[in-house]
C-alpha cells in the first residue's frame, strides 16, 4: 500500500473545501436571489396597480358605538361557516 504523502492529503482537503465552498456559494446564491426578488416586490406592491397588493378598503364608522360587539360578529362567521364551508366544521 503506498504511502500517502502530506501533498496528498493537503490535495485531498483542498478538494473538499472547493466542494463545500461551491456548495455554500450556490446556496447562498439562491437565498440571496429570493430576498432581492421579495424585496424589490415588496417595494413595487403599492405602485403595482392592484396586483400584488389589494385595494384598501376604509370601515364605515371609526365610532366604536356604531361596531357591532365581538359576539355577535362571532354568531355571523359561524353562520357563514356553517352555511358556505361546511356544516360538519366545529364552531366554538
Same mark, same amino acid.
Given at each position: 500500500? @503506498?504511502? $500517502?504523502?502530506?501533498?496528498?492529503?493537503?490535495? %485531498?482537503?483542498?478538494? $473538499?473545501?472547493r =466542494?463545500? #465552498?461551491?456548495?455554500?456559494?450556490?446556496?447562498? !446564491? $439562491? !437565498?440571496?436571489? !429570493?430576498?432581492?426578488?421579495?424585496?424589490?416586490?415588496?417595494?413595487? %406592491?403599492k #405602485?403595482?396597480?392592484?396586483?400584488?397588493?389589494? =385595494?384598501t378598503? =376604509?370601515?364605515?364608522? *371609526?365610532?366604536? =358605538?356604531?361596531?357591532? @360587539?365581538?359576539?355577535?360578529?362571532?354568531?355571523?362567521a359561524n *353562520?357563514y361557516?356553517?352555511? #358556505?364551508i361546511? @356544516?360538519?366544521? @366545529?364552531?366554538?
Amino acid at each position: 500500500m @503506498p504511502k $500517502i504523502t502530506k501533498r496528498q492529503r493537503q490535495a %485531498k482537503w483542498l478538494r $473538499i473545501f472547493r =466542494k463545500v #465552498h461551491r456548495a455554500t456559494g450556490a446556496a447562498l !446564491f $439562491i !437565498f440571496f436571489f !429570493f430576498i432581492s426578488i421579495t424585496g424589490l416586490l415588496l417595494g413595487w %406592491k403599492k #405602485h403595482s396597480g392592484g396586483v400584488i397588493l389589494s =385595494k384598501t378598503y =376604509k370601515g364605515t364608522s *371609526t365610532d366604536l =358605538k356604531e361596531w357591532l @360587539p365581538v359576539d355577535s360578529l362571532h354568531s355571523l362567521a359561524n *353562520t357563514y361557516i356553517l352555511e #358556505h364551508i361546511s @356544516p360538519e366544521l @366545529p364552531t366554538k
